[in-house]
């Protein structure tokens, strides 16, 4: 049974930094592309950032709207991705979840072409 599994959402304030991880398991983890996507109350789940498998040189892709503060990368050896997030904003505030993408390819935009998903964890940013 694959399992992807997120950790570490909590409330934090406003400018600070936080650090989200995605554990897989039941899949050989390299043979994905791993993207995360976030969805507000009221808003439609958005792809933020994804990660190639090193097969496509782990490359990163970011949304417009969190690029230059959070940082993606894996760790091919324990099967996790991790979700760096810095200068948090308000906006940012929403259920996170990790995604697997078969193939190693990114196509952060297009959620239909991820084939597991995480439960998500909540990220809370206060002004």
């Known amino acids: 049974e694959v399992q992807l599994v997120e950790s570490g959402g909590t409330l934090v304030q406003a400018g600070g930094s936080l650090r989200v991880s995605c554990v897989a398991s039941?899949?050989?983890?390299?043979?994905?592309?791993i993207g995360w996507f976030r969805q507000a109350p009221g808003k439609e789940r958005e792809g933020i950032s994804c990660?190639?498998?090193?097969?496509?040189?782990?490359?990163?892709y970011y949304k417009d709207s969190v690029k230059g503060r959070f940082t993606l990368s894996r760790d091919n050896a324990k099967n996790t991705v991790y979700l760096q997030m810095n200068n948090l904003k308000p906006e940012d505030t929403a259920v996170y979840y990790c995604?697997?993408?078969?193939?190693?390819?990114?196509?952060?935009?297009?959620?239909?072409?991820?084939?597991?998903w995480g439960q998500g964890t909540q990220v809370t940013v206060s002004s």
């Open positions: 039941g899949l050989t983890f390299d043979d994905y592309a």
């Open positions: 990660i190639s498998n090193s097969e496509g040189d782990m490359i990163t």
């Open positions: 995604a697997a993408a078969p193939f190693g390819l990114c196509f952060m935009a297009q959620p239909g072409t991820y084939s597991y």
